[in-house]
């Protein structure tokens, strides 16, 4: 018998996604990776928690990477740290 390793779409938002859109893309990925999905977690108050966090962290990333551009515009060594 062989046995085959199952193949699982990662959701890739598309430029015209709404930010909301982005950050249930963004939460899907890492509850895929830890085996659920965002369809089995339907409590209000958890689904809001976790947008929020998710909303946090790309907002976190989005301005370190600006910061090291700014730092790399003027010649300075970016940051080597996670936000």
């Known amino acids: 018998m062989i046995k ?3 193949i699982i779409l990662q959701p ?10 982005r950050i ?15 369809r089995y977690h339907t409590l209000p108050k958890s689904l809001a928690e ?6 946090k962290i790309i907002s976190d990333s989005y301005i370190a990477g600006s910061n090291d551009c700014w730092k790399a515009i003027e010649g300075r060594k970016p940051s080597t740290t996670p936000p």
């Open 4 to 6: 085959r390793k199952a």
């Open 12 to 21: 890739q938002p598309t430029e015209d996604c709404t930010p909301e859109q």
């Open 24 to 38: 249930d893309a963004a939460l899907e990925s890492v509850l895929r990776a830890s085996g659920t999905s965002l």
């Open 50 to 55: 976790m947008r929020e966090a998710m909303r």
